[in-house]
């Protein structure tokens, strides 16, 4: 069975730092990862996704995530965040025959000025 | 529509009572999915229907929970007999054709709160 799990419930940032939201995984065969954000009173929409290839992706807003196979991880980063970045991010993995997903249970980014 | 819609929004109902919250996916996705997300936890997944397919009805919690989709069209997810334990968010995505590597597009949820 595939899990993920946010290691962060709530990161409390300044606007322009820098910020990593920590995600790992664990599955028995590959997957596909994704990092989702909920924006405050809207749905989830996608910010990037990990199907293969180079393992550094690229998204929105500026947003990069890191593929790492040997530690089952994929933490998202931002080099500089905005106080529009103020969400909920999830990481998901899908690894069935299908896009079914598998998410965690989000991680509040407040970005403060 | 542009996107997908979810209704009610808000649905505040008695323990005991049934439910039934209705979404309607992006025309042309074949693929429809129901999750929930109780509050302070991530989305689980509830249930898959992809085209004329048997759906995957794995992650209903129970056997009051059900859902229906006609073709490719609106699903409808039914609560029976409901429970406070059943008070969250339910979100429906839809995709383009199902594929592992598609992006799903979701509504805004219905919040529902049992009393």
């Known amino acids: 069975a595939q899990s993920v799990t946010q290691l962060d419930s709530q990161v409390p940032v300044f606007e322009e730092a820098p910020v990593e939201l920590r995600c790992n995984y664990s599955?028995?065969?590959?997957?596909?990862l994704f990092w989702y954000v909920q924006y405050p009173n809207q749905g989830l929409q996608l910010l990037l996704k990990y199907l293969s290839g180079s393992t550094l992706v690229k998204g929105i807003n500026g947003f990069e995530a890191e593929f790492n196979k040997s530690q089952t991880s994929f933490h998202l980063r931002k080099p500089s965040v905005h106080i529009s970045d103020t969400a909920e991010y999830f990481c998901?993995?899908?690894?069935?025959?299908?896009?079914?997903?598998?998410f965690g249970a989000g991680t509040r980014l407040a970005v403060h000025p | 529509g542009a996107g997908v819609s979810q209704s009610p929004s808000n649905k505040v109902t008695e323990k005991g009572k049934d439910v039934e919250l209705r979404c309607d996916p992006i025309?042309?996705?074949?693929?429809l999915y129901w999750y929930r997300q109780r509050l302070g936890q991530g989305l689980e997944f509830l249930i898959y229907?992809?085209?004329?397919?048997?759906?995957?009805k794995s992650g209903l919690p129970s056997d009051r929970f059900s859902a229906e989709r006609t073709g490719e069209s609106v699903s409808t997810l039914t609560i029976q007999r409901t429970q406070q334990e059943d008070s969250a968010v339910y979100l429906c995505?839809?995709?383009?054709?199902?594929?592992?590597?598609?992006?799903?597009?979701f509504g805004s949820g219905t919040q529902l709160s049992v009393l």
């Open positions: 998901a993995v899908s690894a069935g025959g299908y896009n079914k997903l598998i």
């Open positions: 025309s042309g996705h074949t693929a």
């Open positions: 995505a839809s995709s383009l054709a199902g594929g592992r590597n598609e992006k799903l597009f």
């Open positions: 229907f992809q085209g004329n397919s048997a759906p995957d």
């Open positions: 599955s028995s065969v590959s997957v596909y």
